[in-house]
Nanobody, 113 residues
Framework: VQLVESGGGLVQVGGSLRLSCAASGTFFTFNSWAWYRQAPGKQRELVATITSSGITNYEDSVKGRFTISRDNVKNILYLQMNSLKPEDTAVYSC????????WGQGTQVTVSS
């Protein structure tokens, strides 16, 4: 299994980013997936989940701002992040939900005020 996250960067408050996560084919299709994030000095937290049938759920602080989606043809997981805040600054990672022990390198999101 390989998890490759991309799309992070430096953005100003109120800006937007779209994260992508590429994963292996069959493994991707039949699993629920999630985005997680870890800010400096804090534990990794769950941000959003999406089931194999497309049902989504969000952590309260990102509801209405973030959208998780998946493309089962391209085997890519997405996270559209709008109205970004400084507290969204973290390394964002994708994994199945519940997560397995293996993690990709993640992608850094930095929101400047």
């Amino acid at each position: 299994v390989q998890l490759v996250e991309s799309g992070g960067g430096l953005v100003q408050v109120g800006g937007s980013l779209r994260l992508s996560c590429a994963a292996s084919g069959t493994f991707f299709t039949f699993n629920s997936w999630a985005w997680y994030r870890q800010a400096p000095g804090k534990q990794r937290e769950l941000v959003a989940t999406i089931t194999s049938s497309g049902i989504t759920n969000y952590e309260d602080s990102v509801k209405g701002r973030f959208t998780i989606s998946r493309d089962n043809v391209k085997n890519i997981l997405y996270l559209q992040m709008n109205s970004l805040k400084p507290e969204d600054t973290a390394v964002y990672s994708c994994n199945i939900w519940p997560p397995m022990d293996y993690w990709g390198q993640g992608t850094q999101v930095t929101v400047s005020s």
